[in-house]
């Protein structure tokens, strides 16, 4: 059985109590705009050998920053390469983070430890655990994790063979033409579930999630909606109804304007088929746990 963690997650700001984070009312002000436009940086990991799907350090630090107090513990399920514990170490956070690829939590924990000795000044932790993450209630106690935030597998959209037919003619056969670009082949990966089966494992995990919120945190869970045998699957609206479910709370739904990184489109669809770009944009659902 599992060792719990000992990691703090009590806030180590002077914020009065009655605050949710340590933003001042002219950050507040900015962030309450409910379309997002995220940017990536230098230390951001965009090669898709290394990780197919990485989000921008930007969004789980905008999260981080709207939704807890420096010190207080950040929670990313499906933590791949370790984004959300990287911008969890800039803003002097707390996280744990969890993923079932052995090869994900050794890079993570390289990334975490070429920042050691630098210029974060807050004594914090940010641990990176190979576990399924349905486990995730044997290593943390109730009541200690101020957000949850992820951006989860998506079924199984990667579990097929790459044919680019969103980039123009002359760019498709690129390196990753025709390849599969999953996560793993393990079973328990949400990456290679058909929708009803991922829906499923998805309940479980955050069922055994929300006790280990304090009431009123916050849940923000990154996803795209899927395209199958020429078919919409609204996984956004999956995820919400089973979310109410189990007892969390819709609280907002923000949407990540990706226009700004997309580029050299081709025609899809053209000339009997229109299909919107889902790339131009994703969801981020904002939950949080009821208070008592």
Same mark, same amino acid.
């Given at each position: ?5 000992k990691?703090?997650f ?27 436009e ?47 514990l990287i911008?969890a ?9 969890f ?11 390289k ?6 000795? =630098?210029?974060? *000044? /807050?004594?914090?932790?940010? $641990? ?5 993450? %349905?486990? +995730? ?9 101020s ?17 680019n ?16 670009q ?54 956004? =609206?999956?995820? *919400? /109804?089973?979310?109410?479910? $189990? ?5 907002? %739904?923000? +949407? ?8 050299k ?28």
């Open positions: 059985m599992a060792e719990k963690i990691i703090n009590k806030k180590t700001c002077n914020c009065p109590d009655s605050h949710i984070n340590c933003l001042t009312p002219k950050e507040w002000v900015k962030s309450q705009v409910a379309i997002w995220l940017y990536y940086e230098s230390r951001d990991i965009r090669d898709k050998d290394i990780h197919p799907a990485v989000f921008p350090i930007a969004l789980p630090k905008k999260c981080i920053e709207l939704f807890t107090h420096k010190g207080e513990l950040v929670l990313d399920p499906f933590v791949g390469i370790g984004t959300t911008a170490r800039d803003l002097g956070r707390n996280a744990i983070g993923d079932l690829n052995p090869k994900y939590i050794d890079f993570a924990n990334r975490l430890k070429q920042l050691k000795g =630098s210029l974060f *000044i /807050e004594d914090t932790q940010q $641990i990176a655990i190979c576990d399924d993450a %349905i486990n +995730i209630p044997k290593y943390l106690d109730k009541e200690t994790v957000l949850c935030v992820t951006s989860p597998p998506y079924a199984n959209m990667l579990n097929r063979e790459r044919l037919k969103s980039l123009r003619s002359d760019l498709r056969e690129n390196k990753y033409y025709k390849k599969v999953q996560y793993s082949d393990n079973p328990r990966d949400l990456g290679t579930m058909g929708i009803k089966e991922y829906i499923s494992a998805f309940r479980e995990i955050y069922k055994g999630i929300l006790p280990l919120l304090k009431p009123k945190a916050h849940c923000v869970i990154n996803v795209n909606d899927l395209w199958e045998d020429n078919r919409r699957y609204p996984l956004h =609206s999956y995820i *919400i /109804e089973v979310m109410e479910k $189990i007892g969390y709370e819709l609280r907002n %739904i923000i +949407i990540w304007d990706k226009r700004n990184l997309v580029n489109v081709g025609i899809y669809g053209y000339p009997n088929n229109y299909i919107t770009l889902s790339i131009t944009f994703e969801y981020i659902l904002d939950f949080w746990r009821p208070p008592k």
